[in-house]
Each structure stands twice: as structure tokens, then as C-alpha cells.
């Protein structure tokens, strides 16, 4: 797992030591020691710790302007024991919300498993979108299928032509604005 980095190609365009904005504003990496595990497995310093001890995070870009959020995972998504949803509500979803992100993009390459539990925290995160949305791309099948079997369907979308396999050949923004104009269609904005 140590060998597995977060996307690092758009630190060109946005950088969240750097974001004053970030709850990781000013955090220093030091990419020569490998203190964080999963399960006993080191991974790349470059991952953020957000609460939850299987559950990492990086977010590769924000746009306060257009109001959007790319975040990628590593590791288990483990509602049951460790409530990662809560975790990633309240310590990065929240604190986004209130800078004015209300769309959030997901990349769940790397989650190698889902454990669910009750979907309050999905539907509280939904509630406060207003006029965004949530959506996961690149998650594996069997995973989309056992979130699917927890509801949480309901609240992020998934699949179909949201799955942008080539999203790491585009621009963030570009990203966003192919996302954005199908999640329109799909919910009836466009």
C-alpha cells in the first residue's frame, strides 16, 4: 500500500497545504518518512488522516468560485466499526460547507472495501447540499454494489456515464464541468 500515491499531476492548480481554506492549511509533508498505516500497511506520507484510522484522503482541487470539491480515498470505507461517514462529515464535509463547496466529487479508486451501517449521516450530508449534489466515480463494482445495499445510493450518485475512466487526463475544472452538466441532466437541471 505504500507505493500506492494520491493523483499528484494537478498540484500544478492546486496545492491544500496551501489553501488558507483547508483544514490542512500549512501542513509540512515529509515524504521521507511513512508514519501512517492501514491495518498494519504504511502508506504514502502524502495521504491526510481525517478522523478515521482505515479511512485517508487527499484533495487534489477545490474551486470556491464554481463551489466544488475533489477528494480521493484510500484504504476501507468502514461505517459499522469506525463511522468513517461521520468522520468525513464532520471534520472535511462540514468544514467545506461552510466556505461555500456544495459539490463534491469522489474518487474511490483506491477503496478496497465498504462496510456500511445506518445512512443518517449520507442523507444529513445530502440535506445540506441545497443546490449540489454528491457523486463517486472510479469506485470498484463490488463496492458501488454494497454501498447500493446501504442506501447510500440515495444520497451519492453513481455509475453510468458519471464513471469518467480518463478523468486523470483532464483539467480539474474540465473534470467538473463534464460531471456537473450530466449530474444537471440526470436530476433535471439542464
Known amino acids: 500500500m505504500h507505493q500506492i500515491?494520491?493523483?499528484y499531476s494537478w498540484l500544478k492548480y492546486y496545492n491544500v497545504a496551501?489553501?488558507?481554506?483547508?483544514?490542512?492549511?500549512?501542513?509540512?509533508?515529509?515524504?521521507?518518512?511513512?508514519?501512517?498505516?492501514i491495518?498494519?500497511?504504511?502508506?504514502?506520507?502524502?495521504?491526510?488522516?481525517?478522523?478515521?484510522?482505515?479511512?485517508?484522503?487527499?484533495?487534489?482541487?477545490?474551486?470556491?468560485n464554481r463551489g466544488f470539491i475533489i477528494i480521493e480515498f484510500i484504504g476501507e470505507w468502514n461505517d459499522a466499526l469506525n463511522n468513517d461517514?461521520?468522520?468525513?462529515?464532520?471534520?472535511?464535509?462540514?468544514?467545506?460547507?461552510?466556505?461555500?463547496?456544495?459539490?463534491?466529487?469522489?474518487?474511490?479508486?483506491?477503496?478496497?472495501?465498504?462496510h456500511g451501517s445506518?445512512?443518517?449521516?449520507?442523507?444529513?450530508?445530502?440535506?445540506?447540499?441545497?443546490?449540489g449534489w454528491i457523486t463517486a466515480i472510479g469506485f470498484r463494482d463490488f463496492v458501488v454494489d454494497e454501498m447500493k445495499n446501504y442506501n447510500v445510493d440515495s444520497y451519492i450518485n453513481f455509475g453510468g456515464d458519471l464513471e469518467v475512466l480518463e478523468w486523470r487526463t483532464l483539467k480539474p475544472v474540465v473534470l467538473f464541468e463534464r460531471i456537473h452538466s450530466i449530474i444537471g441532466r440526470r436530476i433535471g437541471l439542464i
Not at 18 to 37: F, I, V
Not at 118 to 131: G, K
Open 18 to 37: 496551501d489553501d488558507p481554506n483547508s483544514p490542512y492549511s500549512g501542513k509540512e509533508y515529509n515524504y521521507e518518512l511513512y508514519s501512517e498505516t
Open 5 to 7: 500515491e494520491p493523483y
Open 39 to 64: 491495518y498494519g500497511y504504511y502508506i504514502d506520507p502524502a495521504w491526510d488522516f481525517m478522523g478515521s484510522e482505515t479511512l485517508f484522503i487527499k484533495i487534489l482541487y477545490v474551486d470556491y
Open 85 to 114: 461517514i461521520m468522520h468525513l462529515k464532520r471534520n472535511i464535509v462540514d468544514h467545506f460547507n461552510y466556505h461555500g463547496i456544495n459539490k463534491y466529487i469522489l474518487v474511490g479508486e483506491n477503496i478496497l472495501n465498504f
Open 118 to 131: 445506518d445512512d443518517s449521516y449520507y442523507e444529513e450530508w445530502f440535506d445540506d447540499m441545497e443546490d
